[in-house]
């Protein structure tokens, strides 16, 4: 059959390669539609999600205080007048750029505030009081109001913000809208140096996003070339020819095109999940062929001719092959099942580019051998491989005599690692996914002097008229007051807050007045003040909706998790008897809960991967013991894993997290080929349990080391990213390749040898014929 | 070139340099505009509905009796009544017009049972929550901005001036600038069109009834549109009267606490 379809393969060798170049090329025109886009919305903005419409409306209804380009302005005091009438300057050079509907500054807030007798309306400071008095009224007034403090200005004043809004929301803004909003502050900035003493910062969501975004293209204007050296490292090393480094790389890079040609038809730009794609594609869709040259190569030396030699290393490697990439695929395919779109989507592309790879195998890769010139140079990997299998000889002499102590330190590590993977601490943090540098470093600055990132909301709804009443007010400050009770928090801001602003204003500045008046027409004389701009920020116009919006550091959703949760209890203990109905959103209310979900997301698509194999190797080899046997030296690297981030204190994240759909790649293949090699010898007539046991490690040992480095070596790329997330993700990945190595030499034969019924000869199962094949024919060249 | 074509072109030009020379200067424009007070808010007594309307369409209607008088034209003085919604009846604002600094502005709340002084930079605040913005109302923007005379052209039936006015004080606005239809016929303004310092359209004001009233023209019907934040308010005149003899002992802080 391999040979049959191999020869019809060679025969028809000039329409395939015209058919290959076709689909290069539309692969290629396709892929150039892909945009690459660090979009936070992009983590939970799915169709199943129900609170992307709730979180849309109420930023549609109140607005999203995070969408600024904002410039921090840092001085030893704000409030000097240099410093006022350069942050003035700057408010006017803004106001008339298009890019932003709405420029605030500490020169143009609005604020309400007792000055004597009189109540004082309007902008703080604009125009600037001629006296020094009025400026430190202002002062007075901005670092005691819960309105403008941390939002706008530091309780020192030795910081402010110029908040710039865009025009088009920064939810719904393409990357290019918000480079081109962050550059207009930049040009006003460079046209408008500092004074002495002043230091800016350009930060905010915008910078976040482009930066992001710039800094996805750079990791992989990194990632991809230097795992295509490590490739070509590898294969120099190993085939010492161009011939030998020139086909796997054809084959893998056809598998890659072919996958991002498709990628577009998904629908999503390429994201911080999927940005390691193509780097995972690159290392996992090189292994096969890599082997397939070897054996062909192997085959040639042999004595066959080039014809015979490629039957033969098909025929050897066809089945197993397809098998691992099946696995593998199998694995990244249990991703897609999960709701979250990104995650989904890296199983469906991994999934897809995996088989794919496995076709460009079974197609490009036989085409380019029977047609390009076989190499002069003979193949010099035998010495490599008859080094390390001198190396396992002494290796399985060592182990087999020690099974019950290693037995009992898997016990261990299994334990351990179990205990360690329930201790496991989720907690995303969306600052703690940006790369070091200004713009991270501009965000922290923010978070230490004004307010944080994150925001939450808790949505107020009742009947119409409900907020204008007393015990809603009240129930509402309450709420506030339980939020504030968290460090992390640093501005809580409402309808309560502003009413009872208005009411110390209008009660000559005492702060003992800073409560909710008891009457009800008091409340409503006070909120008929505002203009439609200022209420719609706090309320709606019939008084049925309102909201607290909490603004709070980035210190992980652990934390802020223990909040939203007495939180809940708050709008139930609160709301609930006064008939109104209280819900948690927001940017935060929304983006950490999926953050997390995702992770336990794909903790889940580990499992359901892992379980799926493990069926798959029920069946092909009809034994549940071998499918047994293989959970436990599967499932310690992983654990092992589990270890190390419990040791360092590493939180889980999307990105840590990501280490185990590498697992779901990566481990298995080797279990299966001892497996498959221990029935095959079984098959043979060896009844020796530990000559079978020796001659399977002999055998899969060295293809397994050399995967175990050439997946370990392409992994480590991402420990080049400038994201700390994939970086760790780097370490991860190579952690678990290399325990997974190990833990398969050592535990898999152990158990084997433990477990293994060596009484029952091996049965026909479909791993074995292919690990076993034939007696390779000798059949006479087709040309 | 044929004499009788000259002839024709030169009387065209002749006509055209005319009809140029006829157009006022704004300055003149905006004095009779403000001189006619279409909007009663120097120099008469006036009783008002208005409906504020989001962008829901959800409705809020106020009601207010006011009275003005010029004190030092085009200077005025008002009072401002509130007769509904119901929390807010009884409400009151007083404002008397300064030219050089700030305007003096006094709000009543009944429930606090004493009027308090309003002071600082406001002008760019809603007025009771309206889309008339206190500078809006207080006419600054066009007394003491720079306008030019952009043209003309009809709106409806009625030839209009287009007057653009530039505010003068940067920051004390919060428009870029003021573009105005003035009718010919008798300086009212048909529509106001307010631009940010982005020069984005800000707000619309429409003028959709005129009526004379004593000889005086008033915007009896008119909307003011925000654009940016979708919001509208209809300002109707239910009753009207030119009156510039309102007592000077109506425009104090002891007759605004007085309910």
Request: net charge neutral; proline share 5%; glycine share 6%.
């Amino acid at each position: 059959m391999m040979a049959r379809y191999l020869r019809w393969l060679l025969t028809h060798r000039k329409w395939l390669l015209v058919v290959l170049a076709l689909t290069m090329g539309l692969a290629v025109w396709s892929a150039l539609h892909l945009r690459i886009r660090f979009s936070v919305r992009d983590f939970y903005d799915y169709p199943g999600n129900p609170e992307v419409a709730v979180v849309d409306a109420y930023h549609k209804d109140f607005g999203d205080p995070g969408g600024f380009v904002t410039v921090l302005i840092e001085s030893k005091d704000v409030f000097a007048r240099p410093v006022l009438e350069y942050i003035e300057l700057l408010t006017h050079a803004l106001e008339p750029d298009q890019t932003f509907s709405h420029v605030i500054s500490l020169t143009n807030a609005k604020a309400i505030y007792a000055d004597g007798d009189a109540v004082m309306v309007g902008t703080l400071l604009s125009p600037i009081p001629a006296d020094d008095a009025g400026i430190e009224r202002a002062k007075r007034a901005a670092t005691t109001s819960n309105l403008l403090r941390r939002r706008l200005v530091s309780p020192d004043a030795t910081a402010t913000a110029i908040l710039a809004e865009m025009r088009v929301p920064v939810a719904q803004a393409s990357i290019e809208e918000q480079g081109a909003a962050i550059e207009a502050v930049n040009r006003v900035l460079a046209a408008h140096p500092a004074p002495a003493g002043v230091a800016l910062r350009v930060t905010g969501a915008p910078t976040i996003e482009v930066e992001g975004s710039r800094l996805l293209i750079v990791d992989q204007m990194v990632f991809f070339p230097v795992a295509i050296l490590i490739m070509f490292g590898f294969l120099f090393v190993t085939f010492r020819s161009a011939h030998g480094i020139a086909l796997p790389f054809a084959a893998v890079l056809t598998a890659l095109t072919w996958t991002f040609g498709i990628y577009p038809l998904f629908g999503r730009p390429v994201d911080m999940i999927s940005s390691a794609i193509p780097a995972t594609l690159l290392v996992y869709g090189a292994v096969d062929p890599i082997f397939v040259l070897t054996r062909f190569l192997e085959k040639l030396e042999a004595g066959l001719s080039r014809e015979d030699a490629l039957i033969a290393a098909y025929r050897e490697l066809g089945m197993p092959c397809f098998l691992t990439s099946f696995t593998t695929a199998l694995g990244f395919f249990s991703f897609a099942t999960m709701k979250l779109p990104t995650i989904a989507n890296f199983g469906w592309v991994v999934g897809i580019g995996v088989s794919l790879a496995w076709v460009t195998t079974m197609t490009v890769l036989p085409l380019l051998l029977g047609t390009l010139p076989v190499p002069k140079r003979r193949y010099a990997g035998n010495t490599l491989t008859l080094w390390v299998d001198a190396r396992i000889v002494g290796f399985w002499e060592f182990v087999r005599t020690r099974t019950k102590p290693i037995m009992a330190i898997t016990l261990v590590v299994l334990v351990v690692g179990g205990w360690a993977s329930t201790k496991q601490l989720i907690s995303s943090s969306h600052v703690g996914m940006l790369p070091p540098g200004g713009v991270r470093e501009g965000v922290e600055q923010m978070e230490k002097k004004l307010t944080g990132v994150l925001r939450t909301a808790i949505l107020i709804e009742g009947p119409e008229g409900s907020m204008k009443k007393p015990e809603v007010l009240r129930a509402i400050s309450r709420l506030d007051d339980t939020a504030r009770k968290y460090d992390f928090v640093e501005s809580t801001v409402s309808l309560a807050t502003l009413v009872a602003e208005e009411n110390q204003a209008f009660n000559g500045g005492d702060p003992k007045e800073r409560v909710i008046p008891k009457s009800q027409m008091l409340i409503a004389q006070y909120l008929s003040m505002l203009g439609p701009d200022e209420r719609s920020d706090f309320v709606d116009s019939s008084y049925s909706r309102t909201h607290i919006r909490i603004l709070s550091e980035d210190t992980g959703s652990h934390i802020w998790h223990r909040m939203a949760d007495e939180m809940k209890v708050a709008i139930d203990r609160e709301l609930k008897p006064l008939g109104i109905k209280g819900t948690i959103t927001g940017f935060a209310g929304v983006i950490v809960p999926v953050l997390d979900e995702m992770i336990v997301d794909m903790i889940w698509g580990f499992f359901i991967g892992f379980a799926v194999i493990v069926g798959v190797e029920w069946i092909i080899f009809r034994s549940l013991r071998i499918a047994l046997i293989s959970v436990i030296p599967n499932i310690l690297p992983a654990l092992a894993c589990f270890v190390v981030i419990a040791i360092f204190g590493i939180p889980l994240r999307i990105g840590t997290t990501l280490f185990l759909s590498v697992s779901i790649g990566g481990l298995f293949n080797t279990t299966i080929h001892i497996a498959a090699r221990a029935r095959q010898r079984m098959a043979e007539g060896e009844t020796d349990p530990d000559a079978i046991m020796e001659h399977s490690l002999r055998k899969v040992g060295p293809p397994a080391l050399f995967t175990a480095v050439i997946l370990s070596a392409g992994f480590s790329v991402f420990t080049l990213s400038r994201f700390p997330d994939l970086k760790t993700f780097g370490v991860l990945a190579v952690t678990v390749l290399i325990t997974g190595f190990f833990s398969d030499m050592l535990v898999t034969s152990v158990m084997m040898r433990l477990f293994f019924d060596f009484k029952q000869p091996g049965r026909p199962a479909a791993a074995e014929t292919l690990q076993n094949p034939p007696a390779t024919p000798q059949i006479s060249s087709a040309a | 070139m044929n004499p009788i074509f000259i002839a024709a072109l030169s009387l065209a030009l002749v006509a055209g340099s005319a009809a140029r020379a006829a157009a006022p200067a704004a300055s003149e424009i905006i004095g009779k505009v403000l001189d006619a007070d279409p909007w009663g808010l120097a120099g008469a007594e006036v009783d008002a509905r208005v409906i504020k309307r989001d962008k829901r369409n959800s409705t809020e209607e106020l009601a207010f009796h006011a009275i003005s008088r010029k004190y030092a034209p085009p200077l005025a003085k008002s009072l401002v009544r509130f007769s509904a919604p119901a929390d807010l009846a009884g409400s009151g604002f007083l404002q008397t017009q300064k030219d050089k600094g700030d305007d003096e502005r006094y709000l009543y709340l009944p429930e606090l049972k004493r009027a308090r002084r309003i002071a600082g930079s406001l002008r760019a605040n809603a007025f009771m929550g309206t889309d008339f913005s206190f500078a809006d109302m207080d006419r600054r923007d066009l007394r003491d901005g720079a306008s030019t005379v952009k043209g003309e052209e009809k709106i409806g039936k009625y030839a209009c001036w287009i007057v653009e006015t530039t505010p003068l004080k940067k920051g004390d606005s919060e428009y870029g600038r003021i573009v105005m239809w003035v009718r010919e016929d008798n300086f009212v303004p048909l529509r106001m069109q307010m631009f940010d310092k982005a020069q984005v359209l800000l707000k619309t004001l429409t003028t959709e009834e005129v009526r004379r009233v004593g000889g005086t023209w008033f915007i009896t019907r008119s909307k003011m549109v925000n654009h940016r934040e979708q919001h509208q308010t209809e300002l109707t005149l239910t009753k009207v009267q030119p009156k510039n003899d309102v007592p000077e002992d109506q425009f104090t802080v002891r007759n605004l606490e007085k309910q």
